[in-house]
């Protein structure tokens, strides 16, 4: 299974774009990136899932380079509602197993 | 419903008790998979259902956890004689079926709060 990495943690200022980024050297060809959120006392939520380039949606975009050894999650304009945590997950998409990690903690701040 | 039930929300129960918690996935959904979440740890995988069958039981930390779904849909972990380490949150996760050719999205409940004392 390939293990991600993340920061621990991560502050922002309302209104400013965050970058999170995740690294996992040993992804395998079938595997896909996808990201996660949870709040407090819920279950993490769907952001966005890719396996290669670039993934925009409603919420976020997700930049995957060519060799997909890292990626990155992008918020833009985060409000203090972005204050979570966020998970990086990499997997073959059926979920078997999948390692959530310990994620990254993102305070916005006002 | 809309989306992952689970229930209860809360429990607290005695060391050495058996407990159930349950999971109704969303309808439809034919892979279903607990997890468990430890205080400021990510959520780690347990079992794996797909369909009626438990395609993956390897997360199950010993014999004392037992998880079934005998119709495909609607389905329970049981935990016999409770541990004051088995205090977390479970969380149940259902997703479409996976045809091997594109990731799939999971949808998670909000999770069960066991507390053993």
């Known amino acids: 299974l390939a293990k991600t990495t993340q920061p621990i943690s991560m502050d922002s200022y309302e209104g400013q774009e965050v970058n999170i980024t995740c690294s996992h050297n040993?992804?395998?060809?079938?595997?896909?990136i996808t990201w996660y959120q949870q709040f407090p006392s819920q279950g993490p939520r769907f952001i966005i899932q890719?396996?290669?380039t670039k993934v925009t949606n409603e919420v976020a975009s997700l930049f995957i380079p060519a060799d997909r050894k890292s990626s990155t999650l992008s918020l833009p304009r985060v409000s203090l509602s972005d204050t979570a945590v966020y998970y990086c997950?990499?997997?073959?998409?059926?979920?078997?197993?999948?390692?959530f990690g310990t994620g990254t903690k993102l305070q916005v701040i006002p | 419903g809309a989306g992952v039930s689970q229930t209860p929300s809360n429990k607290v129960t005695e060391k050495g008790k058996y407990v159930e918690l349950r999971c109704d996935p969303i309808?439809?959904?034919?892979?279903l998979y607990w997890y468990r979440q430890s205080l400021g740890q990510g959520p780690e995988f347990l079992i794996y259902?797909?369909?009626?069958?438990?395609?993956?039981d390897s997360g199950l930390p010993n014999d004392r956890f037992f998880a079934v779904r005998p119709e495909g849909s609607v389905s329970t972990l049981k935990i016999q004689r409770t541990e004051r380490g088995d205090s977390a949150v479970y969380l149940c996760?259902?997703?479409?079926?996976?045809?091997?050719?594109?990731?799939?999205?999971?949808?998670f409940g909000q999770g069960t709060r066991l507390t053993v004392v």
């Open positions: 996760a259902s997703s479409g079926t996976y045809d091997g050719t594109h990731g799939t999205e999971a949808f």
């Open positions: 040993n992804i395998a060809t079938n595997d896909y």
């Open positions: 890719g396996y290669k």
């Open positions: 997950l990499v997997g073959d998409g059926g979920y078997q197993k999948v390692t």
């Open positions: 309808s439809g959904h034919t892979a």
């Open positions: 259902f797909q369909g009626t069958g438990a395609a993956d």
